[in-house]
Nanobody, 125 residues
Framework: QVQLVESGGGTVQAGGSLRLSCAVS????????VGWFRQAPGKEREFVAA??????????DYADSVKGRFTISRDNAKNTVYLQMNSLKVEDTAVYYC????????????????WGQGTQVTVSS
């Protein structure tokens, strides 16, 4: 029933920007926590950013490595979550995955209910 479809990946020069999209079907964005993860070749999948709801408010969480450069946002009318990536670095190169789950998904993989298929982001020097 629930499906997450990612888009917006590609190749960009270091210092450039890229915007990823995650379209959610079967469940609207506001009804669950949605986050972004990434995995580089030979490395473990790591948390990047999350948008969660608590007490009627939305909060954004970010990994230290992307704070100040990446921004997670949403468009409830389109059931879509975005990841705006600015000042990209070569080390940001990875497959980026959209995920939906509980508010603890940032550091608790068991709380992730659904995964997107992933989209490749390549940052060239």
């Amino acid at each position: 029933q629930v499906q997450l479809v990612e888009s917006g990946g590609g190749t960009v020069q270091a210092g450039g920007s890229l915007r990823l999209s995650c379209a959610v079907s079967g469940r609207i964005i506001g009804s669950t926590a949605v986050g972004w993860f990434r995995q580089a070749p030979g490395k473990e999948r790591e948390f990047v950013a999350a948008d969660r709801r608590s007490g009627g408010n939305y909060y954004g969480d970010y990994a230290d490595s992307v704070k100040g450069r990446f921004t997670i946002s949403r468009d409830n009318a389109k059931n879509t979550v975005y990841l705006q990536m600015n000042s990209l670095k070569v080390e940001d190169t990875a497959v980026y995955y959209c995920a939906a789950g509980a508010n603890t998904l940032a550091n608790n993989p068991s709380s992730i209910f659904y995964w997107g298929q992933g989209t490749q982001v390549t940052v060239s020097s």
